[in-house]
């Protein structure tokens, strides 16, 4: 990948200065979905879902629901 020179790390600099970038692509993604809201995880915590995610083809939010969904059912019976 060629380097910027300088000119044009200058006039990059200066557009993302000067102007807002548009984030909204009109499509939804995560995000932005409905009822979404940040959590902190502790570190064993992020690195099972880390771990789960990448020998699965879940997302941690399907993962975390598949616990929940667990968890219920244990305590419902």
Do not use: C
Not at 25 to 48: C, W
């Amino acid at each position: 990948m060629a380097r910027m020179t300088d000119e044009e790390a200058d006039a990059l600099d200066d557009l993302w200065t000067r102007t807002t970038p548009e984030i909204d692509t009109g499509k939804p993604g995560f995000l932005t979905r409905k009822g979404f809201s940040m959590v902190s995880l502790d570190p064993v915590t992020a690195a099972y879902l880390q771990a789960k995610t990448a020998i699965s083809n879940h997302s941690p939010s399907e993962i975390i629901g598949e616990l929940v969904r667990k968890e219920l059912a244990a305590s419902t019976h």
